[in-house]
């Protein structure tokens, strides 16, 4: 088992000195001892193994279990990289799997996630992950903390349903710089027997929008200008500076200005229903499609809550997941925004679905176009 004094040399190689949380959580998980627990036996249960894909998207999955709970395998590769969150507006980002926010993954209640995480030699610093869906050991962050060139595998038992927040927290000022430098993501369990509506009838789905919201940090040189950094640790003592401000630079889904705009908007059909998982691990949002409605939501982001009805606008607390969903009924192109309207439109807290089909002029018709009066 590794000692303590290499891990904290290893924040102190990346010019980075460990604080006191950092130490007392590092020194918990040396104590740990795992070894009076009991064995399970879960040979019996069928392993499915489940390829990640980038989000907006979501693997292919059921939406109603049609086996027995299994043991579902994923695997993540942590990579700290640049990213350009605006044009000439870069971050030195950490993130799981490459993008932000992380990959979501889909089980149902009943189910065992096993996770494989990996932290390449290439990376400079120690991650794990905290999944707010599971029960022990600060959600698996005690458990899963991996120095560069190290890998671990991490199991649990999905035992509640909804979406659920996930992030890196390594201990101590890490966690916050971990989180808004991009490392966090939603994992989904879905109820064995799928959604249900406020009367407790089936409710489906046609397709997920995922949508992951983050504040960045980035500071500015005495010119105003933003920074640019040679790598994610040179970045760390500035960025800190900016973090305590507890203004953000940028308020972004999934990355960057204009990530899930333009060629990248998401797409859906008159008539179809999307289930919008919104996920913010740090600061507090309020989605909003304009234009449209939450028919069903899960404010809270946990489906065995009786979901709430026709919202215009939800709340998602900061630390968790939200979901929502709302069939469409009028082409165009709608804004799903984050409602502090600043965040949305000066900050880039926006994104559009273009939505094709039939116009219906009972649900709104232009009576009269732009025409010139005359008068005051």
């Not at 007392?24 to 036996?41: G, N, S």
């Not at 005495?222 to 994610?232: K, L």
Request: negative net charge; contains cysteine.
């Amino acid at each position: 088992m590794m000692t303590l004094s290499r891990r904290a040399a290893l924040m102190v190689g990346a010019g980075i000195v460990a604080a006191p949380s950092l130490v007392r959580t590092a020194v918990a998980e040396e104590q740990m001892d795992l070894t009076a627990a009991a064995p399970v036996d879960l040979s019996s249960l069928p392993r499915v193994r489940q390829a990640l894909v980038a989000p907006p998207f979501v693997h292919a999955h059921e939406q109603v279990a049609t086996t027995g709970a299994r043991i579902v395998e994923f695997e993540m590769t942590i990579q700290e990289k640049e990213i350009e969150v605006d044009r000439g507006v870069y971050l030195q980002a950490m993130t799981f799997d490459g993008s932000i926010p992380g990959p979501m993954m889909v089980v149902h209640e009943g189910d065992y996630v096993e996770l494989t995480l990996k932290n390449p030699m290439t990376n400079q610093l120690q991650h794990n992950i905290d999944f707010h869906a599971a029960t022990g050991a600060l959600g698996g962050g005690a458990l899963t903390l991996i120095n560069p060139g190290e890998m671990t595998v991490l199991r649990f038992k999905a035992t509640r349903a909804g979406v659920f927040t996930y992030h890196c927290a390594p201990g101590g000022p890490m966690i916050p710089w971990h989180v808004v430098a991009g490392m966090s993501g939603t994992i989904m369990i879905l109820p064995r027997e799928g959604l249900k509506d406020q009367f407790g009838n089936p409710v489906t789905y046609d397709r997920v929008a995922y949508v992951g919201e983050n504040d960045f940090y980035i500071p500015k040189d005495e010119n105003g200008d933003y920074r640019r950094f040679a790598d994610v640790s040179e970045s760390y003592p500035d960025t800190l500076e900016v973090m305590n401000t507890l203004t953000p630079s940028f308020v972004v889904f999934n990355g960057a200005v204009g990530a899930l705009t333009g060629d990248n908007a998401l797409t859906a059909r008159v008539g179809e229903t999307v289930l919008f998982v919104h996920n913010q691990a740090n600061r507090d949002t309020r989605p909003h499609i304009i234009g449209g409605h939450g028919d069903l939501v899960w404010e809270h982001g946990k489906f065995h809550n009786v979901p709430q009805v026709d919202q215009e606008t939800w709340f998602v607390r900061g630390g968790s997941s939200g979901a929502a969903l709302y069939r469409f009924l009028q082409p165009g192109l709608y804004a799903y925004v984050n409602h502090n309207l600043i965040e949305a439109v000066n900050l880039g807290a926006t994104a559009h679905i273009k939505v094709e089909g039939e116009w219906d002029n009972d649900l709104m018709e232009q009576v009269l176009p732009p025409t010139a009066y005359e008068g005051v």
